[in-house]
């Protein structure tokens, strides 16, 4: 099946800085990819989606830029989450789908720590 | 709107079967899911529905689908230790020519097997 994969699985941050997070897809071309973000015990929140080579379609509440996503290749995402905060502390999930094609490939996802 | 309800809690004997139940608000959704997340990990996709379904069987799963009520479940024979995660069903709303595939996940529930 396809595999998708994400960078880092996991980093600790100071309050200030910026991380920026990878999703691959790493046998298929992914000309969509979604960011989601999940807090614990809870669901997946969408928080944008990338169509590559164009600019991202962002959820209603979430901060364009703030969580900085750019979709530069077929295989390649990149979600950079600026200035980060405590409050950014989640589990950032990626997943990707090729063309129309009904499924999509979710990558391991990112536990990102602010502190 | 779009909106996913799951039960957030199910505890089971190893060897009994497991009903997970999930409701969707969204009468446009095309497909609807099952994903299954193992701690600290991503989404596997277990199975999915087409909207025009009633039942699905994929060996130990069972997805029924009721589309007057909105209502999907899914139903896990001869429950194992290792089916212990929590599984989230989502629903691929239709938007016609803006329609980006995005899918509206539940909050999840947590899938508890007793040895």
């Known amino acids: 099946g396809a595999v998708v994969s994400q960078h880092p699985s996991w980093v600790i941050c100071k309050s200030g800085t910026s991380v920026k997070i990878e999703c691959r897809s790493l046998?298929?071309?992914?000309?969509?990819m979604f960011w989601y973000r999940q807090f614990p015990k809870q669901s997946l929140m969408l928080m944008a989606t990338s169509n590559e080579g164009s600019k991202a379609t962002y959820e209603q509440g979430v901060e364009k830029d703030k969580f900085l996503i750019n979709h530069a290749s077929l295989t390649l995402s990149t979600l950079t989450v600026t200035s980060a905060h405590p409050e950014d502390s989640s589990f950032y999930i990626c997943?990707?789908?090729?063309?129309?094609?009904?499924?999509?490939?979710f990558g391991p996802g990112t536990r990102l720590t602010v502190l | 709107g779009e909106d996913v309800e799951q039960s957030l809690f199910l505890s089971v004997r190893e060897g009994d079967s497991s009903v997970i139940n999930c409701t969707y608000t969204d009468s446009s959704s095309t497909y609807l899911y099952w994903y299954k997340q193992e701690p600290g990990a991503g989404l596997q996709l277990l199975t999915y529905i087409f909207s025009n379904m009633d039942m699905k069987q994929d060996q130990r799963l069972t997805v029924l689908l009721n589309k007057k009520d909105k209502h999907l479940s899914l139903r896990i024979a001869d429950t194992q230790t290792g089916d212990s995660a929590i599984y989230f069903c989502a629903e691929r709303p239709y938007h016609g020519s803006s329609n980006t595939g995005k899918l509206i996940f539940g909050q999840g529930t947590t899938l508890q097997v007793k040895p």
């Open positions: 046998d298929f071309q992914a000309t969509t």
């Open positions: 997943s990707a789908r090729e063309g129309s094609y009904n499924e999509q490939f």
